[in-house]
């Protein structure tokens, strides 16, 4: 048994990468776990995986009614919510003066957007409760910008504040922000710059796996209720940033 055991927790961004390593990584630990991504299919196949703890639905962050209505889903299928893991994101790196202007558009709407839409469709249950913890996954980027990341970063770096905030706002409510460095996920597979694309490939030839950004998750949801751990960041030992 450990203190996520039994717990309902909601994950977005939960069909590859980061967001499904944690969900494994709690499935193991006993929560009943509500998934959400864009791409059903691999929802559905993960939740046959694992069993009748999880369960799924398409979800867009960036619409606020698509948020909404998945926390209403996930609390008619286990009841109460006790965590929101805000883990979508987007990654198209490219230097400013390429003026990719939709890009940076993508790169606000679901890093920022998607995560205020999920504070929100859970908040007032939190509040009204007296208790639950939002986990935000940021990055590294929220600490340094980087050439051709400057946008990224920005968005990253309002992920940290918003967190902040939260937790400033509210004395009963656990506000975690995990901040992790290169990972080998599929995040940044929409870059469109090519030699920005092949520097990443670079920069991936020292990256953790996801699994080590869902152990640090893990820790932060295990910890008394008392105990709010405000942020982890985790970098490969081997980085040079």
């Known amino acids: 048994m450990t203190g996520i055991s039994g717990k ?3 994950i ?17 630990a006993g929560a009943k776990l509500f998934i959400g991504a864009r791409r059903g299919d691999r929802l559905k196949a993960l939740a ?28 008619d299928a286990f009841g109460q919510i006790d965590v ?12 400013l003066a390429a003026l990719k202007r939709d890009e940076w558009a993508r790169m606000i709407d679901v890093n920022i957007h998607g995560v205020l839409n999920g ?31 400057a946008v990224y970063c920005a968005t990253k770096y309002a992920v940290w504040a918003i967190t902040e ?16 460095g290169v990972v080998a996920t599929e995040l940044g597979n929409d870059i469109t710059d090519p030699e920005v694309a092949a520097s990443l490939k670079l920069w991936r030839q020292k990256a953790l796996t996801p699994d080590a950004i869902a152990r640090a998750i893990r820790y932060a949801l295990e910890q008394p209720e008392g105990v709010d751990v405000n942020e982890v960041i985790v970098r490969p030992t081997a980085a040079g940033m």
């Open 8 to 10: 309902t927790i909601l």
């Open 12 to 28: 977005s961004g939960a069909s590859s990468g980061i967001g499904e390593a944690t969900v494994r990584e709690l499935a193991q």
């Open 48 to 75: 046959d995986e694992l069993g009748t703890q999880i369960a799924w639905r398409e979800l867009d962050v960036t619409d606020a009614a698509s948020f909404d209505a998945f926390a209403a889903a996930a609390e």
């Open 84 to 95: 929101l893991i805000n883990n979508a994101g987007v990654m198209p790196l490219s230097p």
């Open 119 to 149: 504070i929100a469709a859970v908040l007032p249950r939190f509040v009204a409760r007296g208790g639950g913890q939002v986990v935000n996954v940021a990055s590294i980027g929220a600490h340094l910008v980087l050439p051709t990341a």
């Open 165 to 180: 905030g939260l937790r400033q706002e509210h004395d009963d409510i656990r506000a975690t922000v995990i901040s992790p």
